[in-house]
């Protein structure tokens, strides 16, 4: 038994999800593995359940969890009935500012308390871990007087594909969290879904965002730019890396595409 992250309590611990598993149901489409990239050009594409998980949370913060944010906040995300598309945004109503916020949040908060090299660029200090968890058991955003929206600012973009690209491929697209810094403080950003999601942290509350960044917002409303992949300079620099590691493994689209015969590759 060890300690739970979520309640600090000694317990028997379950094997949980750093991204919640309805994303990797999603991306996999009923198959087991997905192709892995690296960023290291030395290490060639391989075969990777990719569950990223590991034992964190009790059963009982588990279903916590997946009740209070993940189940309800990832159905309004995929409602198409309570949201207007347009050519530039998605604009969804009724949206929990709160729970979909701390959901958010609660996926880089475990990331920075995993020990899985794929979140090993995500280390918050152990004050910030610390408010989280608070934040994250207590359903709020405001500690002390401050709501740390305003220093954590998270927000989605909408990734079109590029001519030529499917769209279904777009989706099927995942990333751990990227690490860069800024002149005021530091980001971190993955793909999921087909979204790019923004993690900004700056004590300046005037540090400016990301162009086409959907920032989550104390509103009824949420509204998620939709742009194409050259229009984001992040999502430009992760297609990029994309494309230069299927230049240096030529022979894995090959590989891919046997398996994808067999119903043993998901895209």
């Not at 620099?237 to 022979?251: D, G, L, S, V």
Request: glycine share 4%; with cysteine.
């Amino acid at each position: 038994m060890e300690e739970c992250i979520l309640c600090k309590e000694i317990k028997p611990l379950s094997d949980s999800h750093i991204i919640p598993r309805s994303f990797f149901q999603k991306v996999k489409k009923g198959v087991p593995q997905l192709v892995k990239l690296n960023s290291d050009l030395s290490v060639p594409p391989k075969m990777d359940n990719a569950n990223w998980n590991q034992p964190l949370l009790c059963a009982e913060c588990e279903h916590f969890l997946n009740v209070t944010y993940e189940g309800s906040q990832l159905a309004f995300l995929r409602n198409y009935k309570s949201v207007t598309k347009s050519h530039e945004k998605l604009t969804y109503r009724n949206l929990n500012f709160t729970k979909f916020y701390l959901m958010w949040l609660s996926i880089l908060w475990r990331a920075s308390e995993s020990k899985l090299r794929e979140f090993e660029t995500v280390k918050l200090s152990p004050e910030i871990n610390e408010l989280i968890r608070q934040l994250i058991k207590g359903e709020t955003t405001v500690m002390s007087g401050v709501d740390i929206s305003d220093i954590i600012k998270i927000g989605l973009t909408r990734i079109l594909p590029e001519s030529g690209m499917n769209e279904n491929v777009a989706k099927q697209m995942l990333s751990s969290p990227i690490l860069e810094s800024s002149p005021s403080g530091f980001n971190f950003y993955f793909m999921i879904e087909g979204f790019l999601i923004f993690y900004i942290f700056s004590p300046h509350y005037s540090h400016i965002t990301p162009k086409y960044f959907g920032e989550i917002k104390k509103s009824r409303f949420l509204r998620i730019p939709r742009i194409a992949i050259h229009k984001s300079a992040h999502a430009t620099r992760f297609f990029n890396q994309m494309i230069t590691i299927a230049k240096t493994y030529p022979q894995w689209r090959e590989v891919r595409t046997a398996e994808h015969n067999n119903k043993k590759e998901p895209f």
